[in-house]
């Protein structure tokens, strides 16, 4: 499904002021009347502010360690059971065609 068939699906890069200036009209309007957007639309915004004021730290050597040694030892299997079935389908399809595994 793409944003010309759910507008919806454009919030997020029209929040990041990512859309060309046609689909960003187009968004414009569509959000003039849809108070599900206008809701994400403001939600996104308000993360978007938060993330700008983030700065980078580097964590103490331990902490970084720490998280790394719990990454390798988490498997990641059993993430595809969580995923709803057409989206898995979906992902499937996409690593087969770009040459990836399942």
């Avoid at 919030?11 to 990041?16: K, S």
């Avoid at 009209?25 to 996104?44: I, K, P, V």
Wanted: charged share 20%; hydrophobic share 45%.
């Amino acid at each position: 499904m793409t944003a010309a068939e759910n507008p919806c699906l454009a919030v997020g890069a029209y929040v990041l002021h990512a859309l060309p200036p046609a689909e960003e009209a187009a968004f414009e309007e569509h959000l003039a009347g849809c108070d599900g957007c206008t809701w994400e639309a403001a939600a996104l915004e308000a993360t978007v502010a938060c993330l700008a004021e983030a700065e980078a730290v580097t964590p103490p050597a331990a902490l970084r360690r720490q998280v790394l040694d719990r990454i390798a030892a988490t498997g990641q299997e059993h993430l595809g059971d969580e995923v709803p079935a057409p989206e898995r389908a979906a992902l499937k399809q996409t690593a087969a065609s770009s040459g990836g595994a399942d």
